[in-house]
Nanobody
């Protein structure tokens, strides 16, 4: 059984940086789509960035493109989200998820509130203040 555990959330100033980590335990070889999502109270969860392991293709929401970087350490089975130039609107609970959807679907969930069936973590809070 696959389990995900996020860490790295914190309170930072505008323009600061954070690195979120998602430790993946269990057999996850079938989950080619990995990603980060965020949610604020009263809003639907949206896709921030995804990575499709078939070719390590990456996809980003327009709102984070150029500021966030998704990556993974295969040897440690950890998914990362490097967040730079943080803005107040980046404040949210961030979740990581893995899924066995195809690449096209994996890329389509960023910048949208498209459901992704798979395994989810419990979330880590990011707060950006001015």
């Amino acid at each position: 059984q696959v389990q995900l555990a996020e860490s790295g959330g914190d309170s930072v100033q505008v323009g600061g940086s954070l690195t979120l980590s998602c430790a993946v335990s269990g057999s996850s070889s079938t989950y080619n789509c990995m990603g980060w999502f965020r949610q604020t109270p009263g809003k639907q969860r949206e896709g921030v960035a995804t990575l499709y392991s078939g070719g390590d293709s990456t996809y980003y929401a327009d709102s984070v493109k150029g500021r966030f970087t998704i990556s993974r350490d295969i040897s440690k089975n950890i998914l990362y989200l490097q967040m730079d130039s943080l803005k107040p609107e980046d404040t949210a609970m961030y979740y990581c998820a893995v899924s066995d959807v195809g690449e096209r679907y994996c890329g389509s969930v960023v910048g949208a509130s498209i459901p992704l069936l798979g395994v989810w973590g419990q979330g880590t809070q990011v707060t950006v203040s001015s």
